[in-house]
Structure formats: structure tokens, C-alpha cells
């Protein structure tokens, strides 16, 4: 999985497996949570976001699982597709300031068909 | 609908020139974001900008300026480029103050020599 402050790891699977792909965020106030894909030469894109007063939340084959007490984030995506295939980030947010998302420094995530 | 522009696409500078990326929403979203994205590094934040007429400073700063005349521009410009500041530069925006997700340009791949 990432973290801020590691070195960009990289997930392999194979098509139809699901894939797990980890974050460990630093600030205990941030209470707001996105994760993001970015395809090759693009802008990273929404996937799903997450508020602290959740622990869980489902999308069309993504789910967010967030754990306050260990600061972790997770994206798991159900039936992986050679689509998938992308750079994973997730970004956290304090309210209560300006909203200035921080971003961790991303998972890569590599489909085998 | 165009969401994000920037332009220009990817530039190739002499180290001491000026360069001014530009970046335009036709989203009307108040606050707008510049990033820099290095291999193994992440997004960082370089400025930010709340609403137009205000900006902010985020993680790396240092050797750029913005500007905020009106809600759809945002341009970054760089008075003297050096080659540490080659990269890959991404504008973003945001419709909300605290959360929300933010839309991303599709980036400048800027080379500094």
C-alpha cells in the first residue's frame, strides 16, 4: 500500500482478482477522504470519497473502508479489469481551513488480462 | 463541456526564462489549485487560490507565482526557470470551500535545460 512519504509501490493482478490498495494518512483532523485514479498521461479522476463519521462505502465496484484508530484508508475494487490499470491516490482533508487536499504518493495498480 | 484547459500541453525551456502555464475552468468553482507531480513523489501543492482575488502558498512554493484576476483563470508562472523544476504541472478545481472533489486539467509536461 502508500503512504506519504514512501516510494511508489506497485499492486499486481490478475483480471477478475480483487485488488486491495492501502493508504496511511498523517493527520488525525482530517476528516475528509478521495481517492483518485490517474491512467497514463492523464489527470488523476474522482473514484469515491469518504467522511470520518463512516467507516465504510460502497460505489459501483469500489468500496472505501476507513479505520480512524490506525489512520488507514483502503480502496478495494471487486473484479479488477485491465481498465483498472492506473496509479491509485488518496487525499486527505481537515474542514474547519481552507480546504487544501493533501495527496499521498500513489499505488500502481497493474491488470494482467 | 471543457471542465479544466491548460495549455500549453508540454514545453521545452532554457534554464532563466520566464514561463506562464495557463489554466482556465468553465466551471465556475471558486477555488482552484497548481501541483506539481514528480515520479515517486506525488502530487505536491505549489498555490492555491480560495476565490478570486486571494491565494495561498502551499508545500513548494519557492521559485513560482499565481495570480487570481477572476474565477475562471488561474495561471502559474515560473520568472526563472531552473531544472529542478522540470515536471509535470496539474491544475485543479473544486466547487466546495471544505469538501468536495477536485476536477484536474490534463496537465503541462514542462522541461527545464
Known amino acids: 500500500g502508500e503512504s506519504v512519504g514512501l516510494h511508489l509501490p506497485t499492486l499486481s493482478v490478475q483480471e477478475g482478482d480483487n485488488s486491495i490498495i492501502n493508504c496511511a494518512y498523517s493527520n488525525s483532523a482530517s476528516d475528509y477522504f478521495i481517492w483518485y485514479k490517474q491512467e497514463s498521461g492523464k489527470g488523476p479522476q474522482f473514484i469515491i470519497d469518504?467522511?470520518?463519521?463512516?467507516d465504510k462505502r460502497q460505489g459501483q465496484r469500489v468500496t472505501v473502508l476507513l479505520n480512524k484508530t490506525v489512520k488507514h484508508l483502503s480502496l478495494q475494487i471487486a473484479a479488477t479489469q485491465p481498465g483498472d490499470s492506473a496509479v491509485y491516490f488518496c487525499a486527505e482533508n481537515a474542514s474547519g481551513g481552507s480546504y487544501i487536499p493533501t495527496f499521498g504518493r500513489g499505488t500502481s495498480l497493474i491488470v494482467h488480462p | 463541456i471543457a471542465g479544466i484547459t491548460q495549455a500549453p500541453t508540454s514545453q521545452i525551456l532554457a534554464a532563466g526564462r520566464r514561463m506562464t502555464l495557463r489554466c482556465t475552468q468553465d466551471?465556475?468553482?471558486?477555488?482552484m489549485y497548481w501541483y506539481r507531480q514528480d515520479l515517486g513523489l506525488g502530487l505536491r501543492l505549489i498555490h492555491y487560490s480560495n476565490t478570486a482575488g486571494t491565494t495561498g502558498k502551499g508545500e513548494v512554493p519557492d521559485g513560482y507565482s499565481v495570480s487570481r484576476a477572476n474565477t475562471d483563470d488561474f495561471p502559474l508562472t515560473l520568472a526563472s526557470a531552473v531544472p529542478s523544476q522540470t515536471s509535470v504541472y496539474f491544475c485543479?478545481?473544486?466547487?466546495?470551500?471544505?469538501?468536495?472533489?477536485?476536477?484536474f486539467g490534463e496537465g503541462s509536461r514542462l522541461t527545464v535545460l
Open positions: 466551471m465556475r468553482h471558486n477555488a
Open positions: 485543479a478545481s473544486s466547487a466546495s470551500g471544505s469538501t468536495g472533489e477536485l476536477f
Open positions: 469518504i467522511r470520518s463519521n463512516m
